[in-house]
């Protein structure tokens, strides 16, 4: 079975650029999680979702992140325009109903952004 | 939410049993303790869950205390392989999952 599928791996751009971070989860698994790991730190959650409902993204940045789930399966996460300090991997993750509750999530290899 | 504190890092060799505590001293009763591993240059991954005393899988095992106000993971004769960041989580079951900075270990030969 196929786990999560991230695109691209790297990713390298100038600031003020626009960039965007693709997702493919696990068949069959409804929550999709779009997190951000800086180097030498854990990831933190930018958005959560059931679906196609966002139902938490408290911690995306709004006014330069947008994310996106459509058909409640892919996911874009898109960052317009990029800053100096958004470098850092984006991890992708998603769940079973079962593993929501039990906080088992799968993750993605992660895209790793370099804003010069 | 529970606040999780564990060590920053960890040395052990090649072969021997290694021990990761982490304290949850405000624990709440609905709270169960989770830990995720992470490889360099991959995203983390689910090892072990538990609420109370002992759970063991293939990988690891979790012992947690009566009080619940911390737990070990315990990884049975390690090899370089090993050499991982891990994340110890105490959430609810239903609650968002956030990750601290995590125990860096790393094993020598």
């Known amino acids: 079975e196929a786990g999560v599928v991230q695109s691209p791996r790297y990713k390298i751009i100038e600031k003020k650029q626009p960039v965007a971070f693709w997702c493919n989860p696990i068949?069959?698994?409804?929550?999709l999680y779009w997190y951000l790991q800086n180097l030498g730190q854990g990831p933190e959650l930018l958005i959560r979702?059931?679906?196609?409902?966002?139902?938490?993204d408290s911690q995306l940045p709004k006014d330069r992140f947008s994310a996106e789930r459509l058909k409640g399966v892919d996911s874009t996460l898109k960052i317009q325009p990029a800053e100096l300090g958004d470098s850092a991997v984006y991890l992708c993750?998603?769940?079973?109903?079962?593993?929501?509750?039990?906080?088992?999530?799968?993750f993605g290899e992660g895209s790793r952004l370099t804003v010069l | 939410l529970a606040k999780t504190t564990q060590p920053i890092s960890m040395d052990s060799y090649e072969g021997q049993e290694v021990n990761i505590t982490c304290s949850h001293n405000?624990?709440?009763?609905?709270?169960?303790i989770t830990w995720y591993q992470q490889f360099p240059s991959q995203g983390p991954r689910f090892i072990i869950q538990?609420?109370?005393t002992k759970v063991t899988n293939e990988v690891a095992s979790l012992f947690i205390p009566a009080d619940r106000k911390s737990s070990t993971l315990s990884l049975p004769r390690v090899s370089l392989s090993d050499t991982a960041v891990y994340y110890c989580?105490?959430?609810?079951?239903?609650?968002?999952?956030?990750f601290g900075k995590g125990t860096r270990l790393h094993i020598l030969p």
């Open positions: 993750a998603s769940s079973s109903p079962s593993g929501s509750q039990t906080g088992e999530l799968f």
């Open positions: 068949s069959g698994h409804n929550t």
């Open positions: 979702y059931e679906n196609e409902e966002a139902v938490d």
């Open positions: 405000n624990i709440a009763t609905n709270d169960y």
């Open positions: 538990g609420y109370k």
């Open positions: 989580l105490v959430r609810r079951r239903d609650d968002k999952i956030i």
